[in-house]
Every structure is written in structure tokens, then in C-alpha cells.
């Protein structure tokens, strides 16, 4: 089984930056792909970033391209999301995740999930 915890949320203000981080435990982690997920109040959840195994790949979705960067440390089992250029839309409770094999953009193919952290952008 695979643990994962979230932290690195807060308030910042629109045009700031915040980086999260994703602490990972119980399960080989350098052999799962990994991804960050948000959802915002009254909207499903949807697809940030993912990066593959190695570190090597990386997808973004077009909303974050340019401004978020996903990296991974496989020696201390964590992942990170750097989010710079932050706007009032990119409010919500982040989520990373992890499964086998490749990058998904698909939410259902995550098989651990973290508790979330949020991110306030004020504007």
C-alpha cells in the first residue's frame, strides 16, 4: 500500500508563487508515475501535471503550461509542483497521486491519492 501527503498550500496573492510538495511512503516510488490533480468547489477534478518514473517525461495541461513545473526527487520519495504566475482560477484543493505504468490525464487510473492541499489565489 502507498501513502502520500500533501503540503506547500496557502494564500498567496494573484501573480505569486507557491510550490507543493507530495512525501510518498509504503510503496516503490520511483516505479509510478506520478500526477497532480485539482478541484475547485462545484467542478470535477481535473488533470495538472504528471511526470513518469524516471523524471524524464513530463505533461501539462494547457491551462498551467508555462507556468507550473512538476519535478520529482526519487531519493526522498517526493514530487513537486512549482506554481508560479498563479491566478484567482487556479483556486482549488490540489491532489497528487500515483499509479503504474505511464502519465495519465485520467483521474480513474490513479490507484493512491493524498488528502489535498489548498491553494487560496486572491486577486
Known amino acids: 500500500q502507498g501513502r502520500l501527503v500533501e503540503s506547500g498550500g496557502g494564500l498567496v496573492e494573484a501573480g505569486g508563487s507557491l510550490r507543493l510538495s507530495c512525501a510518498a511512503s509504503?510503496?516503490?516510488?520511483?516505479?509510478?508515475?506520478m500526477g497532480w490533480f485539482r478541484q475547485a468547489p462545484g467542478k470535477e477534478r481535473e488533470f495538472v501535471a504528471g511526470?513518469?518514473?524516471?523524471?524524464?517525461?513530463?505533461v501539462y495541461a494547457d491551462s498551467v503550461k508555462g507556468r507550473f513545473t512538476i519535478s520529482r526527487d526519487n531519493a526522498k520519495n517526493t514530487v513537486y509542483l512549482q506554481m508560479n504566475s498563479l491566478k484567482p482560477e487556479d483556486m482549488a484543493t490540489y491532489y497528487c497521486a500515483t499509479k503504474s505504468g505511464t502519465i495519465n490525464r485520467n483521474s480513474r487510473v490513479y490507484d493512491y491519492w493524498g488528502q489535498g492541499t489548498q491553494v487560496t489565489v486572491s486577486s
Open positions: 511526470i513518469s518514473r524516471s523524471g524524464d517525461n513530463t
Open positions: 509504503g510503496r516503490t516510488f520511483s516505479s509510478t508515475a
